[in-house]
Nanobody, 119 residues
Framework: QVQLVESGGGLVQAGGSLRLSCAAS????????MGWYRQAPGKQRELVAT???????NYADTVKGRFTISRDNAKDSVSLQMNSLKPEDTAVYYC?????????????WGQGTQVTVSS
């Protein structure tokens, strides 16, 4: 079984910064894409940023220039540095990883971490 454990959420004032981290553990061959998604109350879960095993990144337009995704392949981990936070960034943030097990690719999700930005 694969587990994704997130950390780093919390409460911050608008304009502040937070750093989220997510580490994968368990028995697997490798991890492909890793990413962060978020879900605000009453809204659908949306993509925030993704990163491939080769380091190629993709960002939602709403976070470009403010958020930076990075990964450490040796530690099977992914981080999200969030700067210039806005109240509309308030959401539960989820880590997602595409994991190869026995030749098959499956998506795994973390439990979510709350980010609250006050105005």
């Amino acid at each position: 079984q694969v587990q994704l454990v997130e950390s780093g959420g919390g409460l911050v004032q608008a304009g502040g910064s937070l750093r989220l981290s997510c580490a994968a553990s368990g028995r697997f061959f490798s991890i492909r894409n890793m990413g962060w998604y978020r879900q605000a109350p009453g809204k659908q879960r949306e993509l925030v940023a993704t990163i491939t095993s080769g380091g190629f990144t993709n960002y939602a337009d709403t976070v470009k220039g403010r958020f930076t995704i990075s990964r450490d392949n040796a530690k099977d981990s992914v981080s999200l540095q969030m700067n210039s936070l806005k109240p509309e960034d308030t959401a539960v943030y989820y880590c997602k990883s595409g994991v190869i097990i026995a030749g098959a690719l499956s998506d795994y999700w973390g439990q979510g971490t709350q980010v609250t930005v006050s105005s």
